[in-house]
């Protein structure tokens, strides 16, 4: 009997069943045997000396066939981790390139290169730069920024500089100062300068803000800002903004409350913006949790300008969640929805109600669960009220560790789709993931949507990914997208790639020890070495070389207990040294 195994390099056990059937009886089963055996990984080459960052370079090769289908290829290099063995020192970088926008799997030409350290932090390259919520969040560019703290302590001072891709004349240059007081407050002071152009003329908004972050122990935390702003934009004045944001979890209740407002001639973040949300939830039975919700949000419109936005929405909802035990859990929700232009004429008003009733079960091998939404729409300016329904189905089964389901369907009434508590209509699809072999993954998905609709198009699309790893560890990817759309040409995306593993070796490993040896018959002339001896040393396991020699790397310094197989030496022989060896490491 030979069984084909996997190449990791960790030890596994894997089980066999023997079954034994008689030929000449109908199949009639005579014995059964189960047997586990240990798969001993290939740990027998030597430890290498240096600590390197994993890498990895990617060729991706792909196009598309439809009307205006092209192919073309950009090449990424990536990587992440520690350049010293204390992780203290942190490397993060990207470059990829050529540019190639061409279709859903295509790259844009990007790169990034991060370094951390206690106390310094270094930002290079195309990413998204941030500085506070009222300023900038995460804005999106080529740029450059610096985060450097004395002594890796509670003071820190930073600035980035970050210009759009596409138009560098719409740039930003962002600087702070945050002090750690005690362990429970934090405070903060921003700058932004922000510049565009605005109708062939350049701008400049100039925002400052200062921030608290106080922790209130058991009670939660505590997020304050307040910002004001000034501006070179025709007819702007000086404007202020400011959040309050609060947060916490007891043992069994949950809170969330969030307040934030700009003024409309306010240039940060947020503009003309007036929002406020709260979220509670909390158990009224052993089984039994309650969820309560508001929102109100309006646009703050200048009412000196043209300006046809929806600019008031204001939702309050309620929801009951229970667990009935086995898996299994059910909810019913119910929301109230309002959107009412303030302006004269008014463009919308309208009132939503809906509510919702869902129920499934969550199990190690299936988990399912369907849901049922009901909605009405009252429409104030026309007086005609809307009414509609869907529901959900979603399911997955996992019938083994290699192989992973999902199905899923909405359906209903697909021309009231546009009220808020409705899910959407008239799509249903499927996916599997499935581990073919131990270095062959596969994943599939499939959707249709819009079918039996008024107001859709419909839609078919089909995906394929299929991941080889190689013996040499570099992988081997295919994925397939095909799109049949109802009135358009059938189209197909694709794309391969080869991507090959690459460490990079950057300091010398000072905490690390190995053991080496080799088992030889004495009773042999030239003490012969004996092949395939299992050797375990406290969780790492190997096998000797054809020679007998065998190497367990790498090993932290101090006491270790070397154990051999003694099964694995063959009958007939026995240890001439006591078993198990206790072996002192020492760091190189």
């Known amino acids: 009997l030979h069984i084909q195994t996997g190449t990791e390099q960790e030890t596994t056990r894997e089980y066999l069943t023997i ?40 060729l991706f090769w792909g196009g598309d066939t439809g009307e205006d289908g092209h192919n073309g290829y950009y090449l990424e290099w990536s990587g992440y981790g520690s350049i010293d063995e204390e992780g203290t020192r942190i490397v993060d970088f990207m470059f990829r390139g050529p540019e190639d926008r061409g279709g859903y799997f295509s790259g844009r030409d990007e790169y990034f290169l991060n370094y951390y350290q206690p106390d310094l932090d270094i930002f290079l390259g195309d990413q998204g730069y941030d500085l ?48 750690r007081v005690n362990e429970d407050l934090d405070l903060r002071l921003n700058y932004l300068d922000k510049r565009e152009k605005v109708d062939s003329r350049g701008v400049k908004d100039e925002i400052l803000s200062l921030q608290a972050d106080y922790y209130l122990a058991r009670y939660g935390e505590l997020l304050l800002e307040y910002g004001i702003s000034d501006s070179t934009r025709a007819g702007s004045e000086e404007d202020s903004a400011y959040l309050i944001e609060y947060t916490n979890s007891f043992s069994d209740v949950s809170v969330y409350v969030n307040r934030i407002h700009a003024g409309i001639d306010y240039e940060g973040y947020y503009k003309g913006y007036d929002y406020t949300s709260a979220y509670v939830s909390f158990p009224i039975a052993s089984r039994l949790r309650v969820g309560l919700s508001y929102a109100d949000y309006e646009d703050l419109v200048d009412p000196d300008e043209d300006s046809t936005v929806f600019n008031s929405r204001r939702s309050w909802g309620v929801n009951l969640d229970y667990s009935l035990g086995n898996g299994w859990y059910t909810g019913l929700g119910y929301e109230n929805f309002r959107e009412e232009d303030q302006l004269e004429p008014k ?65 209903g009434d697909d021309q009231v789709s546009d009220i808020r508590g409705l899910r959407r209509s008239s799509r249903v699809g499927f996916s599997v993931s499935w581990q073919v072999r131990h270095d062959w993954l596969l994943n599939m998905w499939y959707s249709r949507s819009g079918f039996d609709s008024d107001t859709d198009t419909e839609e078919d699309e089909y995906e394929i990914e299929s991941i080889h790893t190689l013996r040499n560890g570099h992988a081997l990817e295919l994925a397939l997208r095909h799109q049949i759309r109802e009135d358009e040409e059938d189209e197909t995306e694709y794309q391969l790639t080869y991507r090959i593993p690459i460490n990079i070796r950057t300091v010398r490993k000072k905490d690390l020890g190995t053991i080496e ?70 760091g190189m």
């Not at 790397?553 to 006591?578: K, N």
Request: proline share 4%; hydrophobic share 30%.
């Open 347 to 411: 463009d919308e008003d309208y009132t939503e109600n809906s509510v919702w009733f869902r129920i499934g079960r969550s199990m190690a091998l299936w988990s399912y669960m369907a849901e049922i939404r009901r909605g009405e729409k009252d429409d104030n300016l026309t007086n005609e009220t809307s009414r509609g329904w869907n529901y959900r189905i979603y399911i997955t089964h996992r019938p083994s560790e290699s192989l992973f389901f999902t199905l899923f369907g909405d359906f």
């Open 132 to 179: 506070s919520d009222l300023t900038a969040r995460s804005t999106y560019g080529r740029g450059y920024g610096i985060n450097y703290r004395p002594n890796a302590g509670d003071f820190e001072i930073g600035s980035h500089y970050v210009e759009d891709r596409d138009d560098p004349a719409d740039n930003e240059r962002g600087f702070h100062a945050s002090y």
């Open 517 to 586: 040896g080799r088992i030889y018959d004495t009773q042999v002339g030239n003490n012969q070495g004996l092949a395939n001896v299992i050797v375990k040393c406290q969780g790492r396991t190997t096998v000797t070389a054809n020679d007998g020699s065998f190497i367990l790397s790498p090993l932290l310094p101090g006491q270790h207990v070397l154990e051999i197989d003694r099964q694995s030496i063959g009958w007939g022989r026995v240890p001439d040294t006591r078993i198990p060896i206790i072996a002192d490491i020492v």
């Open 19 to 58: 079954e034994v059937f008689s030929i000449g009886e109908a199949g009639k089963r005579l014995d059964i045997l189960g047997v586990g055996v240990d798969i001993i990984g290939q740990i027998d080459s030597r430890a290498d000396p240096y600590h390197s960052i994993p890498t990895t370079l990617s």
